[in-house]
C-alpha cells in the first residue's frame, strides 16, 4: 500500500509534466489493485482543478484516491476571526474561494504558503501579528520550495524561522500533520480496510517535510530524487549509508517492480 507524493515525485518541479514513467506506473499500480492514495500540498489550485489537472497529463487518479492540503484547511483554521494569508495571488484566492476573510490588520490567524520572493517587510509583519496574539499555521511542512530550478526555504523553514522569532508554536494543515494523515489513513481503508501505517510506504522527494512524519506513525518511506533532493546531496549520502530506514530512488518507477 501507498501514499504518494506528486511534485517531484508523479510530476517534474520545473515543467510540472510526469516523471517518464511515473503514469505508466500508476497505471500498473491500479490495474494490479494495490491500494494507494495520491497526497500534495497543494495550494495553487482547488482541489478539483488540481486532480483534474493530474487526470489530463494521464494519471488515472479517482476522487476517492486523493488527499491535498486545501481539503484539510476547514478542518485545521478556524473562520472565526480574519487571517492573514502569505503566499501567492492564487493560494490568497483559494483561501477567500472556501469563505474565510482576509485581514491584514488584526488577524487571528497567519496563514503560510510557499513563495520565493518573500521580503523583510512580510516577515516584520508577520512577527508582529504573532507577538500580538495571532496563531501561527502552515499550509504544510515542506524544507525545500524549488522555483525555476532554484531551491528555496520552504514552509516548513519558514514556519521554524517564524515560531522561534516570536516564541510561538505552530500548526500545520497538511504533510506531514498527524490529522492529515489520519484522514488519508481513513480514506484509504474504504477501498482497504485492513490499511494500517505499519503496512503502507510513503513515497516522496521531501526527507524532513513528508517522510519523517510518516515514519514517526510507523509507515515505511521512499525518498526519490526525481526532485528537490538531488544525488549528490548530503542527505542522500547519509540515508544510503544507513541502510535498513529510507530507502533512496532515483525515481517512483524503480519502487514495488515486482508487484507493479
Known amino acids: 500500500m501507498y501514499f504518494i507524493d506528486v511534485q517531484g515525485t508523479l510530476i517534474d518541479d520545473r515543467d510540472k509534466v510526469p516523471i517518464p514513467g511515473a503514469v505508466e506506473w500508476l497505471a500498473r499500480l491500479q490495474a494490479a489493485q494495490i491500494p494507494y492514495l495520491v497526497v500534495t500540498n497543494n495550494t495553487k489550485r482547488s482541489s478539483r482543478d488540481f486532480l483534474s489537472y493530474l487526470n489530463s497529463l494521464g494519471f488515472p487518479i479517482p476522487d476517492s484516491r486523493y488527499l491535498d492540503a486545501l481539503m484539510m484547511v476547514e478542518k485545521t483554521v478556524p473562520k472565526a476571526g480574519g487571517v492573514a494569508v502569505y503566499g501567492t495571488d492564487a493560494f490568497a484566492a483559494q483561501v477567500e474561494a ?46 525545500l520550495y524549488v522555483h525555476e530550478g532554484r531551491r528555496y526555504p520552504g514552509v516548513g523553514a519558514l514556519l521554524k524561522m517564524l515560531s522561534f522569532a516570536a516564541s510561538v508554536p505552530y500548526r500545520v494543515v497538511g504533510k ?76 517512483i518507477t524503480q519502487i514495488g517492480k515486482s508487484q507493479t
Open 98 to 143: 472556501l469563505g474565510y476573510r482576509l485581514d491584514y490588520d488584526t488577524p487571528r490567524t497567519v496563514l503560510v504558503s510557499v513563495r520565493p520572493d518573500y521580503g523583510s517587510g512580510e516577515f516584520a509583519q508577520m512577527i508582529d501579528f504573532l507577538m500580538r496574539g495571532a496563531e501561527l499555521v502552515g499550509m504544510h511542512e515542506t524544507t
Open 176 to 251: 506531514p500533520s498527524k490529522l492529515f494523515y489520519e484522514e488519508a489513513l481513513r480514506r484509504l481503508r474504504k477501498a482497504a480496510p485492513e490499511a494500517a501505517f505499519e503496512n503502507i510506504t510513503m513515497i516522496s522527494d521531501d526527507y524532513a517535510g513528508d517522510l519523517s512524519g510518516a515514519a514517526e506513525r510507523g509507515m515505511r518511506t521512499a525518498l526519490v530524487l526525481s526532485g528537490k533532493v538531488r544525488p549528490d546531496d548530503g542527505i542522500v549520502r547519509r540515508l544510503r549509508s544507513e541502510g535498513g530506514g529510507t530507502m533512496v530512488y532515483n525515481d
